[in-house]
């Protein structure tokens, strides 16, 4: 049986009248080159296989016959490939593209992706804003759309014509349409930080006060390990294996100070460089050992081998924590505590805000990693108070 990675073989088809002929299979379909051996079959096979291995293994298909459902299926093949973090866990961008090729798929499956107009694709929008949502996540759901598209006429299954007609179609601006308006994120009270403590684990705890005193990303965090921490100078530098700009080649340095060093010191003491600090399976096991140690009924009594309890969880904690985890683990202690749900994103907020009051805009960029002023005024509040007494004075 050939395998999938291997490359299909130059095959010779034996003739009663001597003209032996090349073949070449690709995906169950026999195309054949011309006379065996000859130099124009040679060329032709190693041009059909390149550009087989190009389309992703994929068999040449005519743009006029292409149907939205099966642009979709090749691109998800390919988005599969590249969505894809260095230790090949998928981001959440293939999430959102599966998102998308179902609207696709639900709306226009049948419909030739040659002809999938502006018409199309408000229509597919219109849907977007009767399901309530906010108008932000439509404009990036609409430009997937169009980025599937250009990457069929990169891949020659489209007609450019296409990608220009879609290309036309704006995005949505704020309050000129029916789509809901996203609220903005705002920072945290420390009240309702400190208010799910007891109710998260050392874990939790640690990623929680980490982002207060560093602005970073929750998803820079969960992935912490010894070897990305350099621990040489009074400040230790961390440098996470992947971030949100990765993929365009900035690199990412979040300053750890002595007390985010003593948030991080007790995570370090006999873990292996390579292994995450952070870990739902340790937290799990640390809480096993809570209820242990607190249990009043005998050991003989209760959960023994053979009771109907669950022995081996459908889903055992992984290794490391991920941006869902982090965020539901947050969201079931602010329902234990009866507190007001809050996101981990709004740590980063409130650490930005400090850090701008405090410090000006141009330090607070570079602690948060943002290239430009203006993003870091997206993440900051702007300081009334200093505004408000300029003006009772000069006002």
């Given at each position: 049986?050939?395998?999938?990675?291997?490359?299909?073989?130059?095959?010779?088809?034996?003739?009663?009248?001597?003209?032996?002929?090349?073949?070449?299979?690709?995906?169950?379909?026999?195309?054949?080159?011309?006379?065996?051996?000859?130099?124009?079959?040679?060329?032709?096979?190693?041009?059909?296989?390149?550009?087989?291995?190009?389309?992703?293994?994929?068999?040449?298909?005519?743009?006029?016959?292409?149907?939205?459902?099966?642009?979709?299926?090749?691109?998800?093949?390919?988005?599969?490939?590249?969505?894809?973090?260095?230790?090949?866990?998928?981001?959440?961008?293939?999430?959102?593209v599966r998102k998308v090729l179902r609207l696709l798929r639900d709306n226009y499956g049948t419909t030739r992706a040659a002809v999938f107009g502006p018409r199309a694709l408000k229509a597919i929008r219109e849907r977007m804003i009767g399901d309530s949502l906010r108008r932000s996540t439509i404009n990036q759901d609409v430009g997937r759309i169009k980025r599937i598209f250009k990457w069929g006429v990169a891949e020659e299954l489209v007609p450019p014509s296409t990608l220009?007609?879609?290309?036309?179609?704006?995005?949505?601006?704020?309050?000129?349409?029916?789509?809901?308006?996203?609220?903005?994120?705002?920072?945290?009270?420390?009240?309702?930080?400190?208010?799910?403590?007891?109710?998260?684990?050392?874990?939790?705890?640690?990623?929680?006060?980490?982002?207060?005193?560093?602005?970073?990303?929750?998803?820079?965090?969960?992935?912490?390990?010894?070897?990305?921490?350099?621990?040489?100078?009074?400040?230790?530098?961390?440098?996470?294996?992947?971030?949100?700009?990765?993929?365009r080649g900035h690199k990412r340095t979040i300053f750890l100070g002595p007390r985010a060093q003593d948030v991080v010191r007790p995570f370090l003491e006999g873990r292996p460089p390579g292994a995450f600090l952070f870990s739902p399976a340790e937290a799990e096991e640390e809480r096993r050992a809570a209820l242990h140690a607190r249990r009043k009924t005998p050991i003989s009594c209760g959960n023994v081998p053979g009771s109907n309890r669950s022995r081996s969880p459908r889903r055992p904690p992984r290794e490391r924590y991920d941006v869902n985890s982090?965020?539901?683990?947050?969201?079931?202690?602010?329902?234990?505590?009866?507190?007001?749900?809050?996101?981990?994103?709004?740590?980063?907020?409130?650490?930005?805000?400090?850090?701008?009051?405090?410090?000006?805009?141009?330090?607070?960029?570079?602690?948060?990693?943002?290239?430009?002023?203006?993003?870091t005024d997206l993440y900051a509040e702007l300081d009334r108070s200093k505004a408000l007494d300029v003006m009772e004075r000069i006002g």
């Open positions: 049986m050939t395998r999938k990675s291997s490359t299909p073989a130059y095959c010779k088809q034996t003739r009663p009248d001597g003209q032996d002929r090349a073949f070449v299979e690709l995906n169950g379909v026999r195309h054949y080159l011309g006379i065996f051996d000859s130099p124009e079959s040679r060329e032709k096979y190693h041009r059909l296989i390149g550009e087989w291995i190009a389309a992703g293994r994929e068999l040449p298909v005519e743009p006029d016959k292409l149907t939205v459902v099966e642009l979709a299926a090749r691109y998800l093949r390919f988005a599969k490939r590249y969505y894809r973090q260095p230790d090949g866990e998928r981001t959440m961008e293939l999430y959102h220009q007609a879609l290309l036309a179609v704006p995005g949505l601006r704020r309050n000129r349409s029916e789509a809901r308006e996203p609220e903005a994120v705002r920072p945290v009270p420390e009240a309702h930080v400190e208010a799910v403590r007891p109710h998260v684990s050392r874990q939790v705890w640690a990623l929680v006060q980490l982002q207060v005193l560093t602005a970073a990303r929750s998803g820079e965090l969960v992935i912490m390990r010894p070897v990305d921490i350099d621990r040489s100078g009074p400040v230790w530098t961390f440098s996470p294996a992947d971030h949100k700009t990765a993929f982090y965020g539901r683990a947050i969201a079931r202690a602010c329902e234990v505590a009866k507190a007001p749900h809050w996101f981990p994103h709004q740590l980063r907020h409130l650490a930005a805000t400090a850090l701008r009051k405090q410090f000006g805009i141009d330090l607070a960029r570079v602690i948060l990693g943002h290239r430009s002023p203006s993003v």
